[in-house]
C-alpha cells in the first residue's frame, strides 16, 4: 500500500513535463509579451486612419451618419478620430507616452463601442485586454519610455 508522502513525492513523467514547461513559460519577459499588443494595437488604429485619409469626404459622411456622436458633431469628431488613429499608433510602436496613449485608446474604444458599433464587443474587448495589459505593466524595455525612466528615476 502507497502511503500519502510516496504518493506526493513520486511524480509521473507527465506531471514534471507540464511542470517544467509552466516553469519554462512563466520565464518569458514581458518585455518580449509587451511588443506584440504594441503591434497589433498599433495596426489596427494605422489601417483605420490609413482607410479614413484615403477618402476624406467619404469619412466625413461616415461622421455624419454612421459614427454620428451624441456629444460631438461630425467634423470635429472626424478630426479628433483620425488624429487619435494617426498619432496613438506611432506611439505604441516606439513606446513612447505608452500609457497616456493607451488611456486615450480605451476611450476611444469605448466611445466606438457605445456609439458606433455595439455589436462589435467581441473585437473591442480583445482591444481592451490588450490596452489593459500596456496600462498596467507599461511597454517593456523595448521602449523609449523605459529609456526615459531609467535615466529620469534611476529606477527600473
Known sequence: MMTSTASTTSRSPTI??????????????YTLIAVPP???LATVFWNSAMAHLANWNSTLYLFQTDYSLPFLPPLPAAYIAVAIEVV???LLVLGLLTRPAVLVLLGMTSVIEVFV???AWPT?????????VLLARGPGKLSIDWLVRRRALGDV
Open 16 to 29: 514534471e513535463l507540464v511542470r517544467q514547461a509552466l516553469h519554462w513559460l512563466d520565464q518569458i519577459p
Open 88 to 90: 496613438t499608433p506611432v
Open 38 to 40: 504594441r503591434i497589433a
Open 117 to 119: 458599433y455595439p455589436q
Open 124 to 132: 473591442h474587448i480583445q482591444w481592451v485586454a490588450m490596452l489593459l
